[in-house]
């Protein structure tokens, strides 16, 4: 990540989006959205970028995954777990597990 910041979204959304300039192995540099609330990322950190533009921010064709190199997952997560790099559940595991196990027999 060449650059961390935070900038505000087209009219009729008003806060402070968190995005990072990122240069990638391909192109020269891209503005990536960061996604979840609270975010670690510093100057020097790795990061994968993936395609899906924020519809609020101009200029923003990309965005980070959590939880991949060193960007930090968003501990707590329990929607959509897989952007934000979080293990599913135990309890939700050992739930399935069980109704699959009554489902075979």
Same mark, same amino acid.
């Given at each position: ?26 192109? /020269?540099?891209?503005?990536? &959205?960061?996604?979840? *609330?609270? #975010? !670690?990322?510093? %100057? ?5 970028? $993936? ?21 930090? /997952?968003?501990?707590?997560? &329990?929607?959509?777990? *897989?952007? #934000? !790099?979080?293990? %599913? ?5 050992? $739930? ?10």
């Amino acid at each position: 990540m060449a650059r961390v910041c935070t900038v505000s979204p087209k009219k009729p959304n008003s806060a402070q989006r968190h995005v990072a300039k990122v240069r990638l192995a391909s192109k /020269p540099r891209v503005t990536a &959205r960061i996604p979840g *609330s609270g #975010y !670690g990322p510093s %100057r020097f950190n790795r990061a994968f970028v $993936r395609g899906g533009r924020a519809n609020d921010l101009p200029g923003v064709g990309y965005s980070l995954t959590r939880g991949v190199y060193d960007f930090v /997952p968003l501990l707590g997560k &329990r929607r959509r777990r *897989s952007y #934000y !790099g979080v293990r %599913r559940p135990e309890e939700l595991v050992t $739930r399935l597990r069980r109704k699959l196990r009554r489902g075979a027999s």
